[in-house]
């Protein structure tokens, strides 16, 4: 298949609303009539007509510009011949689009571009995708009169900074196209179009290059060049692709839609689909750039099984790793009872491995030990939002920020974290909807290219709640509630309880101003911008979930919406962004140990009957164990086998520490992952993962819709997951299998109601759909909760504000909270595989010039972080994005170890863990506590780490004894600058074996 974009060189007009009437013009262009909606382009009409106008600067992605002159048409009764990407459709317009005048200025227009062209079509990387080449031939260019001989910019260098992407000025003809996408859909303004007239260049910030500049790699800029300008490396080095799959992409929840571009099974660029409905044709560098993993030679692609942790690992056929898996995790049964196994399910495998892995859980272990990485993320926003309107999440589709007027943004950096949504809201806030922030670290959007929050509510860690209850009381003291919607749409008891509540003195500003650090007059001005500002939109992510009142802020935040009336239409809502790509999926599908798929809890009765009848099994009637309680119950001794899907719980998990302590207890950890993982070096049985790339199913992201993933190529390991689980509960003995995963959604559908319309073929006949889709939402659902909500009435709930234990003291008086970068992603097991290193090498940790002050901390220095349960070593950067007393680190490198120092603090309704609020001290340097405190498993794991990679990187080399040798040594010497300069020097090629070996052995002298 290839998926030919036909680019209608204008977007078409945005309606008021979505649903309303959109009024039309009748317009004949060379003839043919048709009728296009007001506002729409001649340019576009025509194209919707079947004309194509000659083109260069417009795009549909792209306002129009008006800059090539070369879209000239004549229109009957009008004077001249105007471009037809500016002119817009009116009433009884008679256009003609191919006249022998416009042939012949079209004509000279080309031929000023193609004098100053260097003319290498046939070794140029754009060859076949050259619109300058195109528009030659629709033009029939013959000749240039004025020759190639005058003033050009033919010997202009390259830009090769960036990693992904190379700027050639020399065939650049200045059509602005790629300064607006990076104004228009990225929002970032990097940039510019410097000096005048013939002496017009584009340029990168303020010295020109990719790399230094503010520039995002978002890729917006390559793909709407129209010339071998800007082109990713990857299409010159290995030419144009030759067929494309329609796919998603595995990072975020945004769920970006993007056509792999293949020769063969090899993947030549990953381009945004245009009618993708999260992404509208954009993305951001991790989906467009960093799929490089997906081999990586750090790939495991053989199964693997080991006796004792502390053992080689042996390759093995799947036969025998799966039956040495069955035997193992049978034995541990036999001896220790039924409860003693269970799951954890991934929120980056499909829908159709994830329910696989659950069914597998309930039907073949016997019990409902299974709980998904949502758990340490979004499980409040299910339990939040459940209680608010009667379903698990958000409320909205993307599309909706477009009309949102007052957009409250509370513990979310949507800029880093998911990029593509960060785009859309930012184009909103620019055509003017107001901004309130609410988060402790200064995020970009507080302040960036062409916006500023109207409102910054820099609250101490840990205080979400507060805020929102100070929110409230102002809302409703100063009576400026929705009291029709109140009436209309939610339970009066309940109100009235919640509204004598938020009321109460001890919930306004003024009185939570100590708690929050947030003057009060600011809260205030919040709150009436939010109550009487229009649409009110609420968006969060983690800094809203991670916390131990994680459960009570969604409900919080659930209350102001209803309050204020801003639920169930456009450009409202309350809006979880999703960490991970299936992060909603994985919930969906009946991952909680309390849930069957579609958040119906395993004691109704009628619901497992269900399930049971199909599956041929008995489900128990009772809730399985959460992860930490899996945790605790393998510390204790009763529980002692599990099966990690897609995970990496030894690191992303909260208190390492607990978490290496509960995997060492277990007689059999069976991982299945891309890599061996920091969690691997626990396992017994290793089961090799596909790639995004390879897999054959679909994602949730989070706005509820789903998305088809397709295999561009064969599973790399010969088998898709989903036939491993199933060939796993086989000789567990409960007969599972598919001959496709289409056979699983169609499972997932028949059982689970707010699927029921869901299938492949319905996928792929309609691009994407939201769910709930069935009998009563036909189409999918966009946008909850419209006419009522889903529980009926909605609930208003008291969410009275209590402080988490964590609480800064002598000992630790500063609070850390951790997020996101947005060139890595979460443990980095991905990105870090990728040349997305180049923008963020390592962990980070964010310090007030005032805190730095202090301690003697100085900027780029190594300072020594502790916590009442670890220390690791990060770096200092001295800035003032975080205010006095809190400290901010992300969580991409597993040498930095921030959930070393996380405490097993969590949310008191799901244990969702308390990753935002932890109370340190930092110090200078690398103390002598913290060499002794430094946990040995997390360092050995890096060296390890290093000791694959290079030997790996080296293998065909002969030196790999004295590798290992060195890693040996390593192991006893370690330190964190060795790493880090060590492996960049090999990955840039610097050195070769000999010097690392060399270098190595000449630093643990100095060191021993
Ligand atoms: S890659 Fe994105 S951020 Fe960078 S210049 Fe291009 S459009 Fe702008
Ligand atoms: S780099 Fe490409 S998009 Fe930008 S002005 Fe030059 S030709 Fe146009
Ligand atoms: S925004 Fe998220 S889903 Fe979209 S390309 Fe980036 S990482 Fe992928
Ligand atoms: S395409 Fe209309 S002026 Fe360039």
């Not at 078409?12 to 003839?31: C, H, K, L, M, Y």
């Not at 008291?798 to 402080?803: A, L, R």
């Amino acid at each position: 298949m290839t998926l030919m974009d036909h680019d209608l060189g204008t977007p078409a007009p945005r309606p008021n609303s979505r649903n309303g009437e959109q009024p039309t013009v009748d317009v004949t262009i060379d003839g043919i009539k048709i009728s296009v909606a007001e506002g729409t382009s001649v340019m576009r009409a025509a194209a919707l007509a079947g004309v194509d106008v000659p083109k260069l600067c417009a795009t549909d992605s792209l306002d129009p510009f008006g800059s090539c002159r070369l879209c000239l048409v004549e229109i009957d009764g009008r004077k001249g011949t105007p471009a037809s990407c500016t002119t817009p459709c009116s009433p009884g317009m008679t256009v003609s689009t191919q006249t022998p005048k416009l042939e012949r200025l079209r004509r000279g227009v080309m031929e000023l571009y193609i004098s100053d062209h260097p003319l290498d079509c046939l070794t140029c990387a754009a060859n076949g995708d050259c619109e300058l080449q195109d528009m030659s031939g629709a033009v029939g260019l013959r000749d240039v009169r004025y020759g190639y001989d005058g003033a050009n910019h033919l010997s202009l260098g390259k830009d090769t900074s960036n990693p992904y992407f190379t700027f050639d000025s020399s065939k650049c003809i200045v059509c602005n196209r790629c300064v607006r996408a990076c104004e228009e859909i990225q929002g970032t303004f990097a940039l510019t179009i410097e000096g005048r007239g013939f002496g017009s260049r584009v340029a990168a910030g303020f010295n020109g290059n990719f790399f230094d500049s503010p520039c995002v790699s978002c890729g917006a800029c390559v793909q709407a060049c129209p010339t071998a300008t800007l082109t990713e490396n990857t299409v010159i080095e290995l030419g144009q692709p030759r067929r494309t799959v329609l796919t998603t992409c595995a990072y975020c929840g945004v769920g970006c839609s993007f056509k792999a571009e293949m020769q063969g099974e090899t993947v030549v660029r990953m381009t945004p689909y245009k009618n993708g409905g999260a992404n509208e044709g954009h993305s951001c560098v991790k989906g467009r750039f960093a799929w490089g993993y997906a081999n990586h030679q750090d790939r495991q692609l053989e199964p693997m099984i080991r006796e004792s942790i502390t053992d080689e690992w042996k390759k093995v056929s799947f036969e025998e790793a799966i039956a040495y898996a069955a035997g193992k995790l049978k034995d541990i049964q036999a001896r220790h009872g039924q409860a003693s196994i269970g799951a954890i399910t991934s929120s980056r495998c499909t829908n159709e491995e994830v329910f696989v892995v659950q069914k597998m859980v309930r039907a073949a272990f016997g019990n409902n030990n299974v709980d998904t990485c949502a758990r340490v993320c979004h499980s409040p926003t299910g339990f939040g939002l459940s209680n608010a309107f009667g379903t698990s999440a958000g409320t909205q589709d993307f599309k909706s920020v477009e009309y949102a007027d007052v957009i409250l943004l509370i513990g979310a950096n949507p800029t880093d974290a998911h990029p593509v949504f960060a785009s859309r809201m930012k184009k909103r806030l620019r055509e003017g909807a107001k901004l309130i922030v609410v988060d402790p670290r200064k995020i970009d959007l507080v302040k960036t290219a062409h916006i500023e929050a109207s409102g910054f509510l820099q609250l101490k860690p840990g205080t979400n709640v507060a805020i929102i209850n100070s929110l409230a009381h102002v809302i409703v003291t100063e009576k400026l509630t929705n009291d029709a919607f109140i009436s209309e749409r939610c339970e009066p008891t309940e109100y009235a309880i919640w509204s004598e509540f938020v009321s109460r003195q001890e919930n306004s500003p003024e009185a939570m101003e100590a708690h929050t650090g947030v003057p009060a007059e600011q809260v205030r001005a919040a709150a009436r911008l939010f109550a009487t500002g229009g649409n009110g939109a609420i968006y969060y992510g983690l800094g809203v979930t991670e916390h131990s009142q994680g459960s009570t802020m969604v409900m919080g935040m659930a209350n102001l919406a209803m309050a204020t009336g801003n639920l169930g239409r456009d450009g409202v809502g309350v809006n979880p962004l999703r960490g991970q790509n299936n992060v909603q999926g994985s919930c969906d599908m009946g991952s909680f140990p309390h849930e069957l798929s579609g958040y119906r809890h395993v004691s109704d009765d009628a619901t497992r009957t269900m399930f049971e009848q199909l599956w041929g099994a008995v489900i128990k009637p009772e809730p399985g164990l959460r992860i930490p309680n899996m945790f605790d119950t393998a510390i204790d001794g009763n529980f002692k086998g599990l099966f990690v899907h897609g995970e990496d719980i030894a690191q992303s998990d909260p208190n390492t520490a607990h978490v290496e302590a509960a995997l060492t207890a277990m007689e059999c950890v069976i991982v299945q992952d891309l890599f061996l993982n920091e969690t691997a070096r626990f396992a017994h049985v290793f089961f090799p993962g596909t790639s995004f790339l390879e897999k054959d199913g679909t994602f949730t992201n989070a706005e509820r819709r789903i998305n088809r993933v397709r295999p561009a190529m064969r599973p790399q390991t010969g088998k898709h997951e989903w036939q491993i689980v199933c060939e796993l509960a086989n000789a567990l003995g409960h007969p599972m299998s598919y001959n496709e995963s289409s056979e699983i959604m169609d499972e997932i559908a028949t059982l689970t109601p707010t699927f029921k319309g869901v299938s492949f073929a319905r996928l792929d006949a309609e691009g994407s759909v939201q769910w709930p889709c069935n009998d009563a939402n036909p189409n999918g659902t966009p946008i909850m909760h419209k006419e009522k909500f889903v529980r009926g009435l909605g609930k208003f709930t008291p969410t009275p504000y209590v402080p988490t234990e964590e609480k800064s003291t002598r000992k630790f008086p500063l609070l850390l909270t951790t997020g996101r970068i947005l060139s890595q992603y979460n443990v980095g097991a991905q990105t870090r595989r990728t040349k997305n290193v180049a923008w963020h090498a390592e962990d980070i940790l964010e310090i007030h010039p005032s805190d730095a002050q202090e301690r003697g901390v100085r900027d780029g220095e190594e300072v020594t972080i502790s916590s009442r349960v670890g220390n690791t070593v990060l770096r200092a950067h001295v800035t003032e994005r975080v205010a006095p007393g809190v400290v901010y680190t992300t969580f991409h490198y597993p040498i930095s170890g921030a959930n070393v120092i996380t405490t097993d603090n969590s949310d008191w309704a799901t244990n969702c863990p308390e990753y935002k609020v932890t109370a340190v001290q930092v110090s200078p340097g690398r103390s002598a506590a913290t060499a002794e405190l430094d946990h040995p498993a997390h360092r050995l794991s890096a060296l390890v780490r290093m000791a694959n990679q290079i030997a790996r990187q080296f293998a065909a080399d002969s030196n790999l004894d004295a590798v290992k040798s060195t890693v040996a040594h390593l192991e006893r010497f370690w330190e964190h600058e060795m790493r880090v300069d060590l492996a960049q020097a090999v990955e840039a090629g610097s050195i070769t074996v000999d010097d690392v070996v060399v270098e190595a052995v000449r630093r643990l002298t100095v060191h021993a």
